[in-house]
């Protein structure tokens, strides 16, 4: 069982819906990483966490420490938003980051 | 664009071949990172470099060789290939406080696509 696991593995919306893609992770971690890689390979870090709530434009990243659990939304998607995104935690002990396999989001107009 | 650039973006190499990947950051951090990106798989960490100083092997078979000549450039030299090691490779840095790398944020570059046949 890998220590970071994300839900749902694929993920197809229509334009507009709101979009939720979960992160669940099974060690003590010290922050969380949102990352969205695009087709080409490329990688932008979208949000870090260590707790509450942050928000970028239509961008919402939670994170409840308690549970090991954090969330990505995604208001009004758009196509453009088509991508995938990967979970990474910064474990406490140690200094690497472990990923998620990360969720393919699609995004039809 | 990340600040990171890597060269070349696709590379096509035969088992016996002896390539090199190239990154640079123009962000000014000190800490760089190879992964390695394999299909249906999460992203392996490969090597840290932390002041130009190898940090971190993530037991990387050693026909996979790293080099960091300074703070801005990251080098995988790459020797007698298998077809597994066909992957996406990317390249990271941040800027890392003298206790390490844990909590910066890390800029990805756009990856090698690696081929071996």
């Known amino acids: 069982k890998n220590e970071v696991e994300q839900s749902p593995q694929n993920l197809t919306a229509q334009e507009g819906e709101f979009i939720t893609i979960n992160c669940s992770y099974s060690?003590?971690?010290?922050?969380l990483h949102w990352l969205q890689q695009h087709p080409g390979g490329g990688i932008v870090s979208l949000f870090m966490?260590?707790?509450g709530k942050k928000k970028h434009g239509r961008l919402i990243a939670t994170i409840n420490i308690q549970e090991k659990h954090s969330s990505l939304h995604i208001t009004a998607s758009h196509p453009r938003d088509s991508a995938v995104y990967i979970c990474?935690?910064?474990?406490?002990?140690?200094?690497?980051?472990?990923f998620g396999e990360g969720t393919q989001l699609t995004v039809n107009p | 664009e990340t600040g990171v650039t890597q060269t070349p973006r696709h590379l096509v190499m035969g088992m016996t071949n002896k390539k090199s990947l190239k990154c640079e950051q123009h962000?000014?951090?000190?800490?760089m990172y190879w992964y390695k990106q394999s299909a249906k798989k999460p992203l392996e960490l490969m090597f840290v470099?932390?002041?130009?100083?190898?940090?971190e092997n993530n037991s990387v078979p050693s026909r996979f060789s790293p080099e960091c000549p300074n703070s801005s450039h990251l080098f995988l030299h790459l020797h007698t290939l298998q077809p597994e090691d066909s992957a996406l490779y990317l390249c990271?840095?941040?800027?890392?406080?003298?206790?390490?790398?844990?909590?910066?944020?890390?800029?990805f570059g756009p990856g090698t696509r690696l081929l071996v046949l």
């Open positions: 966490l260590s707790s």
């Open positions: 060690v003590g971690i010290s922050a």
């Open positions: 962000l000014g951090h000190n800490a």
């Open positions: 990474a935690v910064k474990q406490t002990s140690g200094s690497r980051l472990t």
């Open positions: 990271a840095s941040s800027q890392a406080g003298l206790a390490g790398y844990t909590q910066e944020t890390q800029y």
């Open positions: 470099y932390n002041f130009k100083e190898q940090t």
